[in-house]
């Protein structure tokens, strides 16, 4: 069965950073439910050579049709020039949780 779930990863600077937008996001109903996963190290080019930064993930759960919105809301109330905000389709899921995204999502 298709469906049109999606998980969103944003980094961010800090959690108090990741919990702002967590927050922000749900107020709005753009997504059912995040995680925020902290410390993560991550590596990336930046400004010509490598680097490196303790950051926090947020794994956010929503719908395709809502993934404008979230990024233009991410990019908002983010600090970053070029926030990561990617989406991954959900393949499957259980029946109860999809349902309950449905129920919580903005329609």
Not at 24 to 45: D, G, M, Q, Y
Not at 74 to 100: C, F, N, Q, R, T
């Given at each position: ?6 998980i ?7 959690k ?10 749900l ?6 439910c ?8 991550s590596f990336?080019?930046w400004?010509?050579k490598?680097?490196k930064?303790e ?8 719908r395709m049709?809502?993934?404008t919105?979230?990024?233009e809301?991410?990019k908002?109330?983010?600090?970053y ?7 991954l389709?959900i ?6 949780y999809?349902?309950?995204m449905?129920?919580?999502l903005?329609p």
């Amino acid at each position: 069965m298709k469906n049109n779930y999606i998980i969103i990863l944003v980094t961010s600077k800090d959690k108090q950073e990741a919990e702002k937008i967590t927050q922000s996001l749900l107020k709005e109903h753009l997504i059912a439910c995040a995680n925020i996963v902290n410390p993560v190290t991550s590596f990336f080019h930046w400004s010509g050579k490598i680097d490196k930064a303790e950051e926090c993930l947020i794994v956010m759960k929503s719908r395709m049709d809502l993934f404008t919105q979230v990024a233009e809301h991410v990019k908002g109330l983010h600090s970053y020039e070029v926030p990561e905000i990617l989406a991954l389709p959900i393949v499957e899921g259980s029946k109860a949780y999809l349902d309950w995204m449905s129920c919580v999502l903005k329609p």
